[in-house]
């Protein structure tokens, strides 16, 4: 069964950190693309970056470039998203996606960045 399991959500306050991780499970991991796509309350999916199959392509909305860092650990099969300098406007649920022959995605994991 394919999985893709976010954590790491929660509440910060202006200006925080956050790191979000999805876990990959079901499917060859490293042979596919991932990316993390978040959609706020009341507004249309967005999305945040993406990050290729051996990790060494990062790719980021040009908004969020130089706050938000993707990584992945193919071992662990896993796919994180370091969050810096979070703003009001950040709040959102985070998805993780995993596309190449087929798109998975996750159930989300909801941040929110008090004011």
């Known amino acids: 069964e394919v999985q893709l399991v976010e954590s790491g959500g929660g509440l910060v306050q202006f200006g925080g950190s956050l790191r979000v991780s999805c876990k990959a499970s079901?499917?060859?991991?490293?042979?596919?693309?991932m990316s993390w796509v978040r959609q706020a309350p009341g507004k249309g999916p967005e999305w945040v970056s993406s990050?290729?199959?051996?990790?060494?392509?990062?790719y980021y909305a040009d908004t969020l470039k130089g706050r938000f860092t993707i990584s992945r650990d193919n071992a662990k099969e896993m796919l994180f998203l370091q969050m810096n300098s979070l703003k009001p406007e950040d709040t959102a649920v985070y998805y993780c996606?995993?596309?190449?022959?087929?798109?998975?995605w996750g159930q989300g994991t909801q941040v929110t960045v008090s004011s």
């Open positions: 990050i290729n199959m051996a990790g060494g392509g990062t």
């Open positions: 079901g499917f060859a991991f490293g042979s596919y693309y």
């Open positions: 996606n995993a596309r190449r022959y087929q798109s998975f």
